[in-house]
């Protein structure tokens, strides 16, 4: 059984950074993408960033695009999402997703989900 697990949130003042850290395990093999999306109160879940097994493909949305990097790191099962010049609307709860290929990810079509982890942006 595959399990994601999330780490990383936390509170921040805006224009400042965090690194949201997502580890995969029970999945044998590195042969596969992985993402993050988040959910704001009120709004329906997002898509962010994906990347692929091998890192050659990275896609991200436009609203994240310039300001968050997704990584990983293969030998440690593990996704990096780096946040830089946040902002009070990245406020929310962000998930980790674990699926065969980034179009998949991207098309909302999640093998595995993480709990999530709270990230909050003060003013």
């Known amino acids: 059984q595959v399990q994601v697990a999330e780490s990383g949130g936390g509170l921040v003042q805006a224009g400042g950074s965090l690194r949201l850290s997502c580890t995969a395990s029970g999945r044998t093999g590195s042969n596969y993408a992985m993402g993050w999306f988040r959910r704001a109160p009120g709004r329906e879940r997002e898509f962010l960033a994906t990347?692929?097994?091998?890192?050659?493909?990275?896609r991200y949305s436009d609203s994240v695009k310039g300001r968050f990097t997704i990584s990983r790191d293969n030998g440690k099962n593990t996704v990096y999402l780096q946040m830089n010049s946040l902002d009070p609307d990245d406020t929310a709860t962000y998930y980790c997703?674990?699926?065969?290929?980034?179009?998949?990810?991207?098309?909302?079509?999640?093998?595995?989900w993480g709990q999530g982890t709270q990230v909050t942006v003060s003013s």
């Open positions: 990347i692929s097994w091998n890192s050659r493909i990275t």
């Open positions: 997703a674990v699926s065969d290929t980034t179009a998949q990810i991207m098309a909302n079509d999640v093998n595995n």
